[in-house]
């Protein structure tokens, strides 16, 4: 259940004052909104009485179910500093429990995305130019009764635009309004149905695109037994593909008659290579004679063979191709393509905090990975595409609560924030785990920011608090 927002529907529409069940620090902090199919939109209070903190109501200007079929009151906390705790102070509950709540409230509301916006500028870049993946199977799902409505309750939705080939969820980038989802909890697959299952029903009218990494979009089923890949990852026809009772009947005597001579079988046809098979000698009695075999391939046929890797010198519809020929021209046409590259940081030991009470920030130091280069807080990889994955650990202590704000920083732009809360007294280990796409025609960076906003501290990169960033270059 969320804990910064409530949602309306059906005959509730009709009327104009609203119950609010969430918490606030102030009934000033609650606003509503209207879902028109499409988007959501702002709606107007009543002029003279828009909000009852003693009866805990809202009370809209109109009734929102003419135009809307959804109604949402949200909690929009301020960030604003609200309580200064003074050496030589008396603490009472009540600074105590308001400090404590403003960050709980923020967080919650940015977690649950409350008012709506909360992941647009993460959603636009997302979308923008050079960040699409070539030939990847994706789908963009549709509400609708039949594959599954978007409605803040389901959590199912059919796959349509491609065949599911595993269910391993890390094989497949799911997005919810332009926000990543964590493959380890937020959603599941199935090859029979086609489906996704998500942990928790996204939002009303949210956008879902699901791209799998696991094939390209033309791709066939690799099995690894009638089909499989090589050392140089092309695809390839097992041998245990092709059977004798495939081939029964498609190489009939009157197609032999004539068209192969002794001459030409010399040596092709031993022992080691006839063993096993099943074809005996009573069936291959008078099947093949001399007569039948000579003179039939003559020098000026083969020369009719092409060889030629691209398919385009001398098509016709009664020439062959070498087998060299066939197999580079299959291998080039194959749609299986490999990543560019990888890499992976781990961030060194850090220990956090502030002095007094000044809030500050600190870039947390990388240790050498794989791709790129990295120097002090700063990842360096070359221009491409890439999707990043991140995994930060961190221990939080401090005797009167606080938090830390982090955020993943591509080319000194924010691309995608988290926090991490504590209440106080003790310490309050916290994970957070997700992915991004980014990408530049030049060099561009990659750094992680934290910034301390309450009194605590924050121990990041030890052995058993790990920080890892990954990068996976796909163009």
Excluded: C
């Amino acid at each position: 259940m969320a804990q910064s927002y409530k949602e309306y529907t059906g005959s509730a529409l009709t009327a104009t004052t609203f119950s609010v069940p969430f918490k606030y620090l102030s009934i000033n902090d609650v606003n509503a909104l209207g879902f028109d199919g499409t988007k959501w939109n702002a709606l107007a209070l009543h002029s003279s009485t828009p909000r009852d903190a003693t009866n805990k109501t809202i009370t809209l200007a109109a009734a929102p179910n003419t135009l809307y079929t959804t109604l949402r009151l949200y909690r929009a906390t301020s960030t604003t500093q609200l309580i200064d705790f003074q050496n030589g102070s008396r603490l009472s509950e009540s600074d105590l429990d308001a400090a404590y709540q403003q960050s709980l409230f923020v967080a919650q509301e940015i977690a649950e995305d409350a008012s709506t916006t909360q992941f647009t500028a993460v959603a636009a870049a997302s979308l923008q130019a050079g960040t699409s993946l070539s030939n990847f199977a994706s789908e963009e799902l549709v509400s609708d009764a039949t594959n599954g409505l978007i409605d803040g309750t389901n959590a199912v939705f059919n796959i349509t635009a491609f065949t599911p080939q595993t269910t391993v969820k890390e094989a497949y980038r799911v997005s919810i309004d332009g926000v990543m989802q964590s493959p380890t909890d937020a959603y599941s697959i199935t090859i029979s149905p086609a489906q996704i299952t998500f942990t928790s029903a996204p939002p009303v009218g949210s956008k879902i695109v699901v791209v799998t990494a696991a094939s390209a979009a033309s791709a066939v089923s690799v099995d690894n037994v009638t089909i499989g890949l090589t050392s140089a990852n092309k695809a390839e026809i097992k041998d245990t593909s092709v059977t004798n009772a495939k081939l029964a009947g498609s190489i009939t005597q009157d197609k032999l008659a004539g068209g192969i001579t002794n001459a030409q079988l010399a040596g092709s046809i031993t022992q080691d290579k006839l063993t096993g098979l099943s074809i005996t000698n009573s069936e291959l009695a008078g099947s093949i004679t001399q007569d039948k075999l000579a003179g039939s391939i003559a020098t000026s046929k083969l020369a009719e063979v092409i060889d030629d890797d691209t398919m385009t010198t001398g098509v016709s519809a009664t020439s062959l191709a070498s087998s060299e020929s066939i197999k580079a021209y299959v291998d080039a046409s194959s749609g299986i393509q490999a990543v560019q590259g990888y890499g992976r940081w781990a961030a060194t030991s850090n220990n956090l905090s502030s002095s007094g009470h000044v809030s500050f920030s600190a870039d947390v130091t990388y240790a050498t990975g794989g791709v790129g280069s990295v120097s002090g807080s700063t990842i360096t990889l070359p221009a491409g595409v890439y999707l990043i994955g991140f995994n930060i650990t961190g221990d939080l202590n401090g005797a009167f609560g606080g938090s830390f704000a982090g955020e993943i920083h591509h080319n000194d732009t924010s691309k995608i924030s988290f926090v991490f809360p504590y209440g106080g007294f003790s310490s309050s280990v916290t994970t957070f785990t997700g992915s991004i796409f980014i990408s530049s025609n030049a060099s561009q960076t990659l750094r992680l920011f934290l910034r301390e906003t309450g009194t605590a501290s924050l121990s990041i990169g030890y052995t058993n608090t790990p920080a890892l960033i990954e990068a996976t270059r796909l163009v």
